[in-house]
Each structure stands twice: as structure tokens, then as C-alpha cells.
């Protein structure tokens, strides 16, 4: 069965420190890939998104993502961190059965430490 | 402004007593999900539907049931056959030509006393 995996549960990261989220998928074929941001108590925000194209996608608040098919990954990347991107982190995966379906990953929990 | 309302945003109900939650869109999109929330679990997929008057199950249906009446709205019913209904409620929507990509409301927190 097709699935995602996000196996850092909590990430503490200094402010203005680097970060990389990780995020892998089984699937056959490419799917549609997504990097979700909630903070407590609200509803998900869309950060970024890859359908094709350029392995590498810019989204919103400084966040980047990387592609990369040999390792089934789409690990999430920000060079600096601010105290405001403490958040829970969500990788979601579309695959094309003919639906919008999506699968999430259980999440990763940033926090940042001044 | 278009987007998705949830409501109400909390809601406290006695065990064994149904409890809808209301999702409404005004994005024009054609799919609606409902997912619930735990932690540590992600998000689950309850139900989806991507027509009106139609909707299917998702991984756990179990305890509630859905209807899809009109497009901009898809009511979700616990019901007292859920056995532990206590949990962050998340509706979305999203449409073909966004390929997957899905817009959340801002949740319902429901807890049975």
C-alpha cells in the first residue's frame, strides 16, 4: 500500500539556524507532492507543492522543497529559521487513482529555541 | 473572501448523543473531505466526496456518516456508534484542476464528556 513517512516526530532548532524536514513515500510512479503547515488549534496552510518539472520548488514563507525520485523523498529546507515557523509539519502525498485523495504523513513538530 | 468555514470552532456533547459538524465552501470546488485529527496520528481520511449526492468511505468511517446535498456544503455526523469520538475535526476541498491540492477550514475541536 502506498504510504508516507515522516520520521522525525520533533525537531528543536535554534533561531536563524538551518532546517530540513524529511519526507518519504512509497509509490510506483511520481506523485503529487505537498508540505502543509499547522499551527495549534487551526486548520492546514499549503507551504508548497510539486506536481513536475523542476525538482526543486519555492514556497511560501522562505521554504523550499527538493524532489529527488532515487530516494523517494521531498524533504523540506529553510536556511533560516524565525521563532514564527514553530509549527506542526505535514508532508501529503496525491497519488492519480482518479481521485484528490491525499495521504499524510504523522507529522514533525518544530520548535525553535532563541 | 473564498475559503472554508467550519463550525462551531469547539463542542462539548454528552456520551452517546449524535453531534454534527458543519463544513461550508464557498470556493466552487467540486471535492469534499472530512479528516479527523489526533495526536501523533496525522490526519486520517473519515469521508470524501467528490460529487454532489455522492461520497465514499475513508480508512475510518466507522461511527459516522456524511451527506452531500449541496456543493458548498458537507455536514459531518458523529454518531453514538463511535467509540471515541473526542478529536480535532478538519474539513477540505479541492478541485480537478488544482490536482490534488487540497484547502482546509479551521477545524472543530469536539469532546464527549
Known amino acids: 500500500a502506498q504510504s508516507v513517512t515522516q520520521p522525525d516526530i520533533h525537531i528543536t532548532v535554534s533561531e536563524g539556524a538551518s532546517l530540513e524536514l524529511r519526507c518519504n513515500y512509497s509509490?510506483?510512479?511520481?506523485?503529487?507532492l505537498f508540505w502543509y503547515v499547522q499551527s495549534p488549534g487551526q486548520g492546514l496552510q499549503l507551504l508548497l507543492k510539486y506536481f513536475s518539472g523542476d525538482t526543486l520548488v519555492q514556497g511560501i514563507k522562505g521554504f523550499e522543497a527538493e524532489f529527488k525520485r532515487s530516494q523517494s523523498s521531498f524533504n523540506l529546507r529553510k536556511p533560516s529559521v524565525h521563532w514564527s515557523d514553530a509549527a506542526e509539519y505535514f508532508c501529503?502525498?496525491?497519488?492519480?487513482?482518479?481521485?484528490?485523495?491525499?495521504?499524510f504523513g504523522t507529522g514533525t513538530r518544530l520548535t525553535i529555541i532563541p | 473572501d473564498g475559503g472554508i468555514t467550519q463550525s462551531p470552532k469547539y463542542l462539548f456533547r454528552k456520551e452517546g448523543q449524535n453531534v454534527t459538524l458543519s463544513c461550508e465552501q464557498n470556493l466552487n470546488h467540486d471535492a469534499m473531505y472530512w479528516y479527523r485529527q489526533d495526536p501523533g496520528q496525522g490526519l486520517r481520511l473519515i469521508y470524501y466526496?467528490?460529487?454532489?449526492?455522492?461520497?465514499q468511505k475513508g480508512d475510518i468511517a466507522e461511527g459516522y456518516s456524511v451527506s452531500r446535498e449541496k456543493k458548498e456544503s458537507f455536514p459531518l455526523t458523529v454518531t453514538s456508534a463511535q467509540k471515541n469520538p473526542t478529536a480535532f475535526y478538519l474539513c477540505?476541498?479541492?478541485?480537478?484542476?488544482?490536482?490534488?491540492?487540497?484547502?482546509f477550514g479551521p477545524g472543530t475541536r469536539l469532546t464527549v464528556l
Open positions: 466526496s467528490q460529487i454532489v449526492n455522492d461520497f
Open positions: 501529503a502525498v496525491g497519488f492519480n487513482f482518479g481521485n484528490e485523495k491525499l495521504t
Open positions: 509509490y510506483g510512479a511520481t506523485p503529487y
Open positions: 477540505a476541498s479541492s478541485t480537478r484542476e488544482t490536482r490534488h491540492e487540497q484547502f
